[in-house]
């Protein structure tokens, strides 16, 4: 969290958004995903006026975790849920980022071991920041222009 930078893109772009925004994120602190992601998140939501987080742990709230399974069957975190002020929610973002996903997810049906890649998932988070994540999670968030009527 100390080290987690905010380009101010993303803070610009919550607003932009005209309405307030509530972030419930499921993780778990022994999460790799997990502590790359929510820092940045949090420290976007520190900084924003429109976006409150608020962190539930998955092996606290297992009936909540089950709503949100990644491919239907696992429990993977981060999730980030994406809620309105009035508590409507507009969809969720995780367990990683898509591009990082889809290459982890390609990586082990070639065979090779989920520990192993642990190295390269680490310096993919180090040099993306967490911005691939903002960004993901405010196109989430832009959907509620027009459930709420606000031009685009």
């Known amino acids: 969290y100390q080290l987690a ?3 101010p893109w993303a ?3 919550a607003s932009l958004l005209g ?11 022994w999460c790799g995903d997990a502590t790359n992601t929510v820092p940045v998140l949090a420290r976007w939501a520190e900084l924003t006026t429109n976006v409150e987080l608020r962190v539930l742990r998955r092996d606290q709230h297992p009936d909540v975790m089950d709503h949100y399974l990644t491919g239907g069957t696992a429990r993977s975190i981060p999730v980030v849920i994406v809620l309105t002020e009035s508590m409507e929610e ?4 995780g367990p990683r980022p898509k ?9 082990r049906a070639a065979g090779r071991d989920k520990k192993a890649l642990y190295p390269e998932i680490r310096r993919w988070y180090a040099k ?4 691939t ?20």
């Open 90 to 93: 507009l969809g969720w973002w």
């Open 128 to 131: 993306d920041k967490g911005e």
């Open 19 to 29: 309405m307030r925004f509530r972030l419930v994120v499921i993780a778990e602190d």
């Open 5 to 7: 930078r905010v380009p």
């Open 99 to 107: 591009e990082l996903q889809a290459w982890t997810m390609a990586q």
């Open 133 to 152: 994540t903002l960004r993901e999670v405010l196109a989430v968030m832009g959907p509620a222009r027009e459930v709420v009527g606000v031009p685009s």
């Open 11 to 13: 803070i610009a772009d």
